[in-house]
């Protein structure tokens, strides 16, 4: 298994910054593509952005292009969102995500605990 922690989340002003953290631990071996989706209240959680084994950003949602960035470090096991200029918007709860090679390991996707981000207007 992969255990993902998030941390970083917290109270901003509009316009503030925040980096959210994943750090992975268990079956580290297994892991793969890293994302991170949000979720707002009553809805389902979304995409905001991916990494690629290889460090590749693929994507990135609409709404946070130009003001996340993901990254990640393999040598600590971790994934990170730097997240500027934020948004009332924005605020939601922020979840870390990765799927395990499947050939590898079992093939699971594997989900952090969530982190609360809540942007003041």
């Known amino acids: 298994q992969v255990h993902l922690v998030e941390s970083g989340g917290g109270l901003v002003q509009d316009g503030g910054s925040l980096r959210l953290s994943c750090t992975a631990s268990?079956?580290?071996?297994?892991?793969?593509?890293m994302r991170w989706y949000r979720q707002f209240p009553g809805k389902e959680r979304e995409l905001v952005a991916t990494?690629?084994?290889?460090?590749?950003?693929?994507y990135y949602s609409d709404s946070v292009k130009g003001r996340f960035t993901i990254s990640r470090d393999d040598a600590k096991n971790a994934v990170y969102l730097q997240m500027n200029s934020l948004k009332p918007e924005d605020t939601a709860v922020y979840y870390c995500?990765?799927?395990?090679?499947?050939?590898?390991?079992?093939?699971?996707?594997?989900w952090g605990q969530g982190t609360q981000v809540t942007v003041s207007p």
């Open positions: 995500n990765t799927a395990s090679d499947y050939a590898l390991c079992d093939g699971d996707d594997y």
């Open positions: 268990g079956d580290t071996v297994c892991i793969t593509t």
């Open positions: 990494i690629t084994t290889g460090g590749t950003t693929y």
